[in-house]
């Protein structure tokens, strides 16, 4: 899934903050979780480009938020199938304590 297949449904400035929430979130991840299958890449930057995605057509335009969006997306049941625990790699900030 690539965010610029959606570029005629969005501005450019839009595009670009959605496309920064996604290279910062998959950052993030491989920062935070650095053995990851070739498998589990594929379904992680799939998954965050999809959370990004929903989140950009209700309205969220902002990088840093889309950001922690997508973070808290992948924080669930999807990182569970993936074999990954979730506070590995959630920011502190967005850590349930």
């Known amino acids: 899934m690539r965010l610029q297949d959606y570029a005629p449904f969005f501005e450019p400035e839009e595009l670009d903050a959605m496309t920064a929430a996604h290279d910062a979130a998959w950052q993030h991840l491989?920062?935070?979780?650095?053995?990851?299958?070739?498998?589990?890449?594929?379904?992680?930057?799939?998954?965050?480009?999809?959370?990004?995605?929903?989140?950009?057509?209700?309205?969220?335009?902002?990088?840093?938020?889309?950001?922690?969006?997508?973070?808290?997306?992948?924080?669930?049941?999807?990182?569970?199938a993936l074999g990954i625990l979730a506070t590995q790699f959630l920011p502190l900030s967005l850590s349930i304590a």
């Open 30 to 80: 491989r920062t935070n979780r650095t053995r990851l299958t070739a498998e589990q890449v594929q379904v992680l930057k799939k998954r965050l480009a999809q959370i990004i995605l929903a989140s950009a057509c209700n309205g969220k335009r902002d990088a840093a938020r889309l950001k922690d969006i997508a973070l808290r997306g992948v924080s669930g049941r999807l990182s569970q």
